[in-house]
Nanobody, 124 residues
Framework: QVQLVESGGGLVQAGGSLRLSCVAS????????MGWFRQAPGKERAFVGN????????NIADSVKGRFTVSRDSAKNTVYLQMDNLKPDDTAVYYC?????????????????WGQGTQVTVSS
């Protein structure tokens, strides 16, 4: 059973940066695909980025490409979401997820384990 704990959310002004962390336990992140999703009030959970198991290849949603980056530190069993040039539309609860496969997917239904989420609020 993989457990995920996110941290790093908070309140930031537009144009600012945050780095979210997701610490995994019960499994090595180098053997599973990891994803980041976000959910704004009244909206469905949306793909933000993911990173594959073997090569650590990262993918980013078009809506945040050029501003967000996904990376991992296998020694710390931690996945990161670096968010730069934040905009008010980025306000949401951000979730980390893992799937029992080395291959990445963009659909939240493909993921088996979820963190509790961390709130990101961007003020204008």
């Amino acid at each position: 059973q993989v457990q995920l704990v996110e941290s790093g959310g908070g309140l930031v002004q537009a144009g600012g940066s945050l780095r979210l962390s997701c610490v995994a336990s019960g499994g090595a992140i180098s053997t599973v695909a990891m994803g980041w999703f976000r959910q704004a009030p009244g909206k469905e959970r949306a793909f933000v980025g993911n990173i594959g198991a073997s090569r650590g290849t990262a993918n980013i949603a078009d809506s945040v490409k050029g501003r967000f980056t996904v990376s991992r530190d296998s020694a710390k069993n931690t996945v990161y979401l670096q968010m730069d040039n934040l905009k008010p539309d980025d306000t949401a609860v951000y979730y980390c997820a893992a799937r029992r496969s080395s291959n990445t997917r963009q659909s939240p239904t493909a993921y088996d384990y979820w963190g509790q989420g961390t709130q990101v609020t961007v003020s204008s």
